[in-house]
């Protein structure tokens, strides 16, 4: 494991106190429909704000667990891990309970086909939602219907959380990507970036590393797709800190 090589060398304050609730940032990554990139786009992350140097907690509700084995792989002292045992429920209780270890920022990598429950309960707890979306017709309609789901749940109808759409796996120039621009555009929620389809964002799954290690990608394009997402959730963090009501 290399991303060893991009750590933050000051690892002074790399674990943290238990932050109260309304200083807690928990950053949902979820789509009903599987293989969309959630586990990528949280890996990726949880990396973002370790190149940064924050701690950050990746909780992993997947019985696949493939965000903790990735965390695993890189051994990391700034990223805690937080697992979920296969056929452990998803209820509101336990991932509070879960959420009372974690610290100021969570990633929560959350399963494909969440059901009505548990979504709202997710809802309930998260302050941020990123929605992976791919340029397929199937996946444009099931994220359709996920958007729509997300929105009618009693959490998000009694507080709506801030929800952004990341384009993944992308190819420009072909017809499908138009496709899902026009999606994209017709949506009143914010398009944040189109990650490549590439084969950087497989093997770096497979090794524990993210894009923003040094070694993984000598693309600046990609780099700079997660400082976007990384601003953009900044920007997030602090009118929800700021505006009394919006948490
Ligand atoms: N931008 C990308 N370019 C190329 N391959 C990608 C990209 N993003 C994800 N992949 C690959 O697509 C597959 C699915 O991605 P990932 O596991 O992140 O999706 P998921 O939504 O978490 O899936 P699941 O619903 O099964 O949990 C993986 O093999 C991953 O390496
Ligand atoms: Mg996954």
């Known amino acids: 494991m290399n991303s060893a090589q991009n750590k933050p060398t000051n690892r002074a304050n790399t674990y943290q106190q238990a932050p109260s609730m309304a200083k807690r940032t928990v950053i949902l990554v979820a789509n009903s429909k599987g293989g969309c990139g959630k586990s ?10 370790e190149a940064l140097g924050r701690p950050v907690t990746l909780m992993d509700l997947d019985p696949q667990q493939s965000s903790l084995q990735w965390l ?19 209820s509101l209780g336990r991932l509070q309970q879960r959420l009372d270890q974690a610290g ?32 397929s017709p199937i996946d ?5 219907r996920f958007l729509q789901n997300v929105m009618l749940t009693p959490s998000y109808r009694r507080r709506p959380r801030r929800l952004a759409v990341i384009a993944n796996r992308v190819r420009t120039r072909t017809k499908m990507y138009e496709a ?35 070694a993984v990608s ?13 601003e953009w ?15």
């Open 218 to 230: 000598r693309h600046l394009d990609d780099k700079q797709h997660w400082r976007l997402i990384g």
């Open 233 to 247: 959730l900044e920007v997030q963090r602090h009118l929800i800190q700021a505006m009394p009501g919006f948490r």
């Open 72 to 90: 695993k792989l890189r051994n990391s002292d700034y990223i805690h891990g937080i697992g979920w045992p296969a056929g452990e429920p998803i």
């Open 104 to 135: 100021e920022i969570v990633i929560i990598d959350s399963p494909a086909g969440l059901d009505a429950h548990q979504l709202d309960h997710l809802m309930r707890l998260s302050q941020i939602v990123l929605v992976p979306v791919l340029p």
């Open 180 to 214: 899902l621009r026009q999606f994209l555009s017709s949506l009143k929620i914010p398009y944040l970036v189109t990650l490549r389809d590439t084969q950087s964002y497989v093997q770096a799954m497979s090794r524990g590393e993210g894009i923003m290690d040094a």
């Open 40 to 49: 990528t786009i949280s890996t990726n992350l949880a990396c973002y704000y």
């Open 140 to 144: 444009i309609r099931a994220t359709t």
